[in-house]
Nanobody, 118 residues
Framework: VQLVESGGGLVQPGGFLRLSCAAS????????MGWVRQAPGKGLEWVSE????????YYADFVKGRFTISRDNAKNTVYLQMNSLQPEDTAVYYC????????????WGQGTQVTVSS
């Protein structure tokens, strides 16, 4: 099982990034996919989630209207489009997969660093 995030980097305030998470080794379409972040010195913070079919999306209040989660089940990939980035969005962003029928079965990616700074 692998979840490989990419797309992180350094961006100025107000800028944008698109994170990708490529999945392999499990049935992608049977899993909810989500993004969680961890800012320096802080705990994990849930960001967004998308259901297995892609028809339902959920967001933390602090990203609503700025971030968009999507998935391509044909490519086994989930995306997080992040617009209007602010310094407080600086964090390591982790991709996670949660089995549709067994919520305790969770896979994690290794994380990608997002730094928002001028």
């Amino acid at each position: 099982v692998q979840l490989v995030e990419s797309g992180g980097g350094l961006v100025q305030p107000g800028g944008f990034l698109r994170l990708s998470c490529a999945a392999s080794g499990f049935t992608f379409s049977s899993h909810y996919m989500g993004w969680v972040r961890q800012a320096p010195g802080k705990g994990l913070e849930w960001v967004s989630e998308i259901n297995s079919g892609g028809g339902s999306t959920y967001y933390a209040d602090f990203v609503k209207g700025r971030f968009t989660i999507s998935r391509d089940n044909a490519k086994n990939t989930v995306y997080l489009q992040m617009n209007s980035l602010q310094p407080e969005d600086t964090a390591v962003y982790y991709c996670k997969a949660v089995h549709l029928l067994v919520p305790s079965k969770i896979y994690w990616g290794q994380g990608t660093q997002v730094t928002v700074s001028s």
